[in-house]
């Protein structure tokens, strides 16, 4: 799992919902299987869970 966050003000509400930034990071994420959760409270959480894919 890789958590990216901050303590600043956070994202405002309806972030990510008129651009492709955040939504090409789903897309991408979502293909590979995995999930991406983003929270706004107490400043910017992004948490992306991949599967591990063994050799």
Same mark, same amino acid.
């Given at each position: @799992?890789?958590?990216?966050?901050?303590?600043?003000? &956070?994202?405002?509400?309806?972030?990510?919902? #008129? %651009?492709?930034?955040?939504?090409? @990071?789903?897309?991408?994420?979502?293909?590979?299987? &995995?999930?991406?959760?983003?929270?706004?409270? #107490? %400043?910017?959480?992004?948490?992306?869970?991949?599967?591990?894919?063994?050799?």
């Amino acid at each position: @799992m890789l958590v990216l966050e901050d303590d600043g003000s &956070g994202l405002p509400p309806g972030t990510g919902q #008129h %651009g492709f930034g955040l939504i090409g @990071m789903r897309e991408r994420v979502t293909a590979l299987g &995995g999930t991406l959760t983003i929270s706004c409270t #107490h %400043g910017t959480r992004v948490c992306v869970s991949l599967p591990l894919r063994y050799a």
